[in-house]
C-alpha cells in the first residue's frame, strides 16, 4: 500500500510542479511539438519545375540517315538537361569508327541485333539485354554485325545530342563530304575523330 501511495504522490508532486512552472514562467513549449512526418522527397526550391514526360512508340523527332534511323525518345528538354535518350534502328551497314568525347558520356542498351564495340584496345560483342556504358574520355567504335539490322536504346550525358542532329539534318551531300568542315563540325560537338 506504501508503494501505490508513494507512486500517487510522485505523480501529484510531478504534476504540481510541472503547474507551477507553467503558472510562473512564461515557458513556450514548442520543442515537444509533434514535427509533420513526411515521405516526400525534399526537393530544392531553385529546382525548376519540369512536367513529367510521356513518349509513345510513333512520338519523338526521326533522324532517317543512310546507315540508321535515330528516334528522340526523351529530349534534353525533357530531363532538365541531363541526359537525351534516343533509340537507333541500325542497318546492317552500320559503322561508326574510333572515336572519344571529353565532355559527355554514353550509355547503350541492345535490344535487337549483335553490335560489336570497340572499347579502347578491347573489344566487346553486345547481344539483346547487354548495357555498356562508356564515359568521356574512352575512345569507342561502334558497328553492326551478322549481316542483320541491331537496335538500341543510347543515353547521352549531359543532354542535347538531339541539337546535334538537328543540325546535320540541314547539311547538303557537298559539307557531308567536305573534310574540313566536317572536322570543324565535330570539334565544335566534342566528337573527337580518332580514326
Not at 100 to 110: C, G, L, S
Request: glycine share 4%; proline share 5%.
Amino acid at each position: 500500500m506504501a508503494t501505490i501511495l508513494s507512486s500517487k504522490m510522485l505523480a501529484l508532486l510531478v504534476l504540481f510542479c510541472l503547474c507551477m512552472e507553467i503558472y510562473t514562467f512564461p515557458v513556450e513549449l514548442t520543442a515537444f511539438k509533434e514535427q509533420e512526418q513526411t515521405t516526400k522527397p525534399q526537393i530544392p526550391m531553385s529546382a525548376p519545375a519540369i512536367s513529367y514526360s510521356v513518349t509513345k512508340n510513333d512520338q519523338g523527332a526521326v533522324y532517317d540517315w543512310q546507315n540508321d534511323k535515330i528516334t528522340i525518345r526523351l529530349a534534353a528538354s525533357q530531363t532538365q538537361g541531363l541526359f537525351t535518350l534516343t533509340e537507333d534502328a541500325m542497318k546492317p551497314t552500320f559503322k561508326l569508327g574510333l572515336h572519344m568525347h571529353r565532355k559527355h558520356a554514353e550509355t547503350f542498351h541492345i535490344l535487337e541485333g549483335e553490335v560489336e564495340f570497340r572499347l579502347d584496345k578491347n573489344t566487346q560483342i553486345a547481344q539483346p539485354g547487354t548495357t555498356i556504358h562508356v564515359p568521356s574520355n574512352v575512345p569507342h567504335g561502334v558497328r553492326v554485325i551478322n549481316g542483320r539490322p541491331a537496335r538500341m536504346l543510347m543515353l547521352y550525358a549531359p543532354g542535347g545530342f538531339e541539337n546535334i542532329l538537328k543540325e546535320m539534318k540541314t547539311f547538303t551531300d557537298a559539307q557531308f563530304a567536305d573534310e574540313k568542315f566536317m572536322t570543324a563540325f565535330d570539334e565544335k560537338h566534342d566528337n573527337i575523330i580518332l580514326e
